[in-house]
């Protein structure tokens, strides 16, 4: 390969990184990901599975990934106020969940700070609108990235991994609520 050939290849090896990283620069900032699902069961049969982050073990698709995680609980014992801190293998990380705000029967929302695999800062939203005898469980994950983050989307569909772990969650919080044990 001649040194032209060379001088060429670089340049345009140059071109390409900087038209990736105007690419990424223009991706919007903020996101949002959000599955639903009905669960066989009323809001105050659904709610006090989201409120209460001890229970979440029953039902949360990141428990099941690590059942060996270290798991402690503070604050309130369940709402606003409640603090879930885990630390795990490479799938779950380690981070912290607490309840910012909690309407009974309607809504909680959690602030998620995880602390690996990299440092982020989420807000998680639930709502449940009764349906019937039954109801339709929202969950939404939102927050700002940064350009490095940007660029991982670029390459990993965020949207269908964490979307596909809340799909899971919503049928496995359905198969708890709605057991007949009632658990």
């Known amino acids: 390969m001649g040194v032209g050939m060379l001088k060429t290849f670089f340049l345009g090896l140059i071109a390409a990184v900087l038209v990736f990283c105007a690419y990424v620069a223009m991706l919007p900032a903020e996101f949002r990901i959000e599955r639903s699902a009905t ?4 809001p105050e049969q ?3 599975h989201i409120n209460d982050l001890r229970k979440w073990q029953g039902w949360s698709p990141w428990a099941k990934m690590d059942p ?3 798991a402690t609980f503070e604050g309130a014992e369940a709402g606003k106020g409640a603090i879930f801190n ?3 293998n490479n799938q779950i990380g380690e981070g912290r969940m ?3 705000d909690s309407r009974p029967n309607e809504a909680v929302q959690i602030k998620l700070d995880f602390l690996k695999p990299w440092p982020a800062s989420n807000i998680a939203d639930f709502t449940l609108v009764p349906d019937g005898q039954q109801t339709k469980v929202t969950w939404a994950m939102s927050g700002q ?3 490095i983050e940007k660029a991982v989307c670029v390459f990993m569909n965020m949207d269908r991994m964490v979307g596909g772990e ?3 969650g919503l049928a496995n919080l359905n198969a708890v609520v709605a057991a007949p044990s009632g658990s």
């Open 98 to 100: 607490t309840i910012i």
């Open 166 to 168: 809340f799909e899971k």
């Open 86 to 88: 885990w630390a795990g």
């Open 39 to 42: 669960v066989a069961a009323s």
């Open 68 to 70: 060996n995680a270290k």
């Open 145 to 147: 990235q940064g350009f």
């Open 46 to 48: 659904v709610f006090p």
